[in-house]
Structure formats: C-alpha cells, structure tokens
C-alpha cells in the first residue's frame, strides 16, 4: 500500500511541476489524494472480506472437530 501512494505521490509532483498555473497543480493533487483513497478503501474492503472469510472457514473446522471429539467420547 505504501507503494501505490508514493508512485501516486510521485504522480502528483510530476504534474505539478509541469503545470503552468498552481490551479492545476492542486487539481492534480486532488486528483491523487482522491485515488490513493479509493485504493485505500479497496485494500481494506478486500482485507475485511478475506478476514470474514478466515474466522467463517475456522468456526466449520473448530465445530467439525468439537462435533468428532463428542462423537468419539460416546464410543
């Protein structure tokens, strides 16, 4: 993540600096700060997802394995 903000950092400056007027130059870091928060909200909508996923696949495997040992403990 720190990748993507530096080349988005990077993209700014280079588009500040060959703009004539400072109008642009800040149009294009808004520009920039508006991506780098898209990605940012992307990174952590994906981490949340998968996070879900984990903990949902751990409590099948942990009630799976509490259901064998009931089982076992019966016989």
């Known amino acids: ?23 642009s130059a800040a149009a294009a870091v808004d520009s920039a700060a508006t ?15 998968a996070g879900s996923a984990i903990v949902d696949s751990a409590k099948v495997k942990v009630d799976s394995a509490a259901s064998a040992v009931k089982e076992a403990v019966k016989k």
């Open 1 to 23: 993540m720190k990748k993507v903000l530096a080349i988005f950092a990077v993209a700014a400056i280079f588009a500040a600096c060959n703009s004539n007027t400072s109008e």
């Open 35 to 49: 991506q780098v928060e898209a990605a940012v909200d992307t990174a952590v909508a994906t981490v949340d997802s």
